[in-house]
């Protein structure tokens, strides 16, 4: 290993520049806490990542007295969410119903969210942003985290801390470091991801179509349809081995008015694989340590919730972190509240994922009987005011932040 290059200081260090880390550096430098984030990439052009901004997330930004500046960057708004089951259509989430400044979902690239968030937090002059610099491991001094090492192009950083976060996501190297318990909940599915384009004249809402041959997600961004196709966790190999055209074949006998779009997948390259986990933490902090989003628990894609979980892991732990950090107050206690705010919510929606994977996904993709479109699918479908709940429960989630 390359010599330690540099040691840097400050209140709190935090490993990871996704949704979670951003939005934590922006809210602590906005009250004056000094910051390092630092990022193993070079920027955030990464495709296929999370881009649902919900209604959660913008009303925070709201909050914030940003919403306006941040709906300026270019999105699709989806204001209801429609299930297509074999070929009969069921309306399932009506956002429109929510008492929001922005009631609906914004799909917008995450590297866009996450520049957004780079930006505003760079007006901070306490606020620093390190790129191409990766956490490598845990500096501590009498079982107490007093930082971290990083690799950078110039050799090794080691950067000392009041406080660390791993905000690093669902394989964080400091959580593994820190050697915290983890709990694995499993998942049955795994999902490739791939685009297909789309003609203006399409519905604009972001659709789900199902029926005895498999499940299809397409997610509508303007231009093109970023889709998701679920399968039997430990598959991907065996699909690829069939081909791309029974790949293409697959998709069309779920949804056949996509069958030309299906011209765009060319090679596998054109397809992304997603391993699915479902997992969190028990204890998500030691002393001057805390885990954040993804690194404490690892959602399913179904619902597209991730992202969310994080901002809102990122504004609890704002606002409780950044008061003990400017009072000189941080203590162990701190980082327990954040987990005692934030785990129900983590918690609650694992359970509706593993639910959802049990009872809709699983057998969907594995039964050789013809789809049945679940009762409660039908009945969402026939009373408005269901559909108003479900759009809250993906919407807002468990326990809403906000920002004072």
Known sequence: MARTSEVLKTQ???AGGGPAGMMLGYLLSRQGVDVIVIEKH????RDFRGDTVHPSTLQVFHELGLLDTFLRLPHQKTEHIKLTLSGQDFDMADFTRLDLAAPYIAFMPQWDLLNFLAENARVFPNFTLLQSTEAIELLDKEETVTGLKAITEKGTLEIQAELTVAADGRDSCLRQASQLPLKTLGAPIDVFWFRLPRKPDEDTDSLGAANENGFLVLINRGDYWQCALPFPKGSADVIRKQGLEAFRSRISAINPKKTLALEALQSWDDVKLLNVQVNRLEKWYRPGLICIG??????????????????????????????ALKSETLSIETLKAVQKRRETAAKVTQFLQLQAHERVLTPVLTSSEPFQTPKLVRLINKIPALQGLFARAIGMGVTPEHWP
């Open 294 to 323: 993804d690194a404490a628990h690892a959602m399913s894609p179904v619902g597209g919730v991730g992202i969310n979980l994080a901002v809102q892991d990122a504004v609890a732990a704002g606002r409780l972190i950044g008061t």
């Open 42 to 45: 070079a920027d955030f052009l």
């Open 12 to 14: 709190c260090c935090i």
